[in-house]
């Protein structure tokens, strides 16, 4: 399969922070691929050096093929950006903003491609008004329609869903499912692990600058399986205070490695005496697979 | 060189024409303004080319260069700015725009604007203009070259100021403290004759002399210094400045990390 984007040892420092340690993974091209990471991993400067906003220190990547450096203008053609910043010119109506965007990578005669995104994005009766009387969730799709106005075989939605209503998230990544679906490469970012639970297919975690996993969604979660078992008791037996990641009052939580595990729980509670009133079971779901990633390499 | 900058170039015209009350009216009674104050307290009291011509008819060329070169800077330097401090910018680095292509959309635009408001300029004030003002318009092209070289270096001044700004406060400064003390000190109120040889000799190192020099002597036939003195000065003015700013973009400086 074609690599989509490929970046190698990718080094970048803002003084004496380490934004980027050497980076290394490719993007296969149709991929959905997550990037995920607490906030200062590295998830922004990454995806800015991708798209030319900033400069690395080292190491080399390429958009379909193409320098970001050397090929820039093949590699911007080829990437379209969402920013994760709510940004617009206020001097301009959504069809202008459409149109210069299109305009500023050579393409002339845009208007039914940019009525189809307009339409897409639920913007249709919008397009002749001024970018600041639209809501932040109307901007935010203005964002969108800008980074695929250009019809770039590569995507970066970089937080996208920040601060969106739930039925514009559900229309967006309709709309986004879409657009892989027709061939287009998306790279994600978010906080909401759920998403990118739902619609990637390989996540790769960055922590300080470094990959910590890079998987198949499945692989990621099967590998860290677990069980999170929900107990209401007045304690946990000794034995197992070890396995406690939370407590709410009376109602504690266990994470377990496995049913066996379980067994020997409720064994360790009879035999200890403590009566528990309540309990209920839960799968490892990415959350659980990052925190736990995530908590490992620290 | 793709026709992005065409597109940028475009964007940058309509964004002052949107807001032409502001950025075409208002300079453009700013000098008529000057014009009335000036020409009635000042006409017949002060000699200009050893009275050669009246000091509203000299008056009149300054003041159409002058609102040139400050409009040129204020079109460049603000747009940038805004679009730094609101974060927009990232539409025009995002696209494949080489520096040549970004520099020649801003720099054209400013000097769009500067050629639009000092248009708008002369016609109004060739309203209070002498009779036969504009009989003798011996040199209308050399009025243009420095008309078109002085907004050009006034814009990729803007564009400069643009680039090192954080933020509005250092933009008013460069204005204030560098752009209105060299335009008022060029010689569009004065002929430099009428000064004391020191500051005489200092106005010699201020190239805003030059422009509004140079444009003048289109109108008259007459200058303080030979037009083609100026031209050089203003021609590589225009140069150093252009090269210095291709630079600034081509590093990236200030606007990519």
Redesign the interface.
Known sequence: MTVAVSVRQLRKAFGPVRALDGIDLDVREGEFFGLLGPNGAGKTTLISILAGLTRADAGAVSVMGYDVVADYRQARRSLGVVPQELVFDPFFTVRETLRFQAGYFGLRKTDAWIDEILAKLGLTDKAHANMRSLSGGMKRRVLVGQALVHKPQVIVLDEPTAGVDVGLRQSLWAFVRELNQSGHTIILTTHYLEEAEELCGRIAMLKEGRVVALEEKQTLLHGYEGVTIRITAPAAPAAFAGKLVRREGDVLFFNLANYAELEQLLAAYRTGGIRFTDLALQEADLEDVFLRIMGRAS | M???W???L??EL??FW??AFQTILAPVITALLYLLIFSHTLEGRVSVYDGRVGYTAFLIPGLVMMSVLQNAFANSSSSLIQ?KI???L?????????PLEIFGAYVLAAMGRGLVVGGGVFLVTLWFAPPGFLAGFPHPFWTLAFACLGSAILGTLGLIAGIWAEKFDQLAAFQNFVILPLTFLSGVFYSIHSLPPFWQGLSRFNPFFYMIDGFRYGFFGLSDVPPATSLLVVGGSALGLSLVTLLLLQR?YKL??
């Open positions: 793709s026709s992005g065409l597109t940028l475009y964007k309509l964004r949107k807001v679009s609101t974060g927009n990232i539409f025009i680095l995002l696209p494949p725009l080489s990236g990519r990390q």
